[in-house]
């Protein structure tokens, strides 16, 4: 979060490390984690961004929340 104590713990508090990659280079996050989702951008990563109201409600985020799935291996 830009090393910034106050925006660290706020973001960290609404699981801003709670993302949920989908593909290479592309997320589902949180949107009211602004901070984080900027520096994933910066970082040329695609950030989906979800409201998440009710996986708030349980304290978990897109990726604690999420069901696996089977996928075939990528190919680099």
Request: glycine share 10%; proline share 7%.
């Amino acid at each position: 979060t830009g090393l910034d104590p106050v925006t660290a713990e706020r973001e960290q508090w609404d699981d801003g490390n709670n993302t949920l990659a989908i593909a290479p280079r592309l997320c589902v996050a949180y949107e009211r984690n602004i901070e984080t989702n900027a520096q994933l951008e910066r970082a040329g990563i695609e950030v989906v961004r979800i409201s998440g109201s009710e996986l708030g409600s349980g304290r978990g985020g897109p990726r604690c929340m999420s069901c696996p799935i089977e996928r075939e291996p990528l190919v680099n």
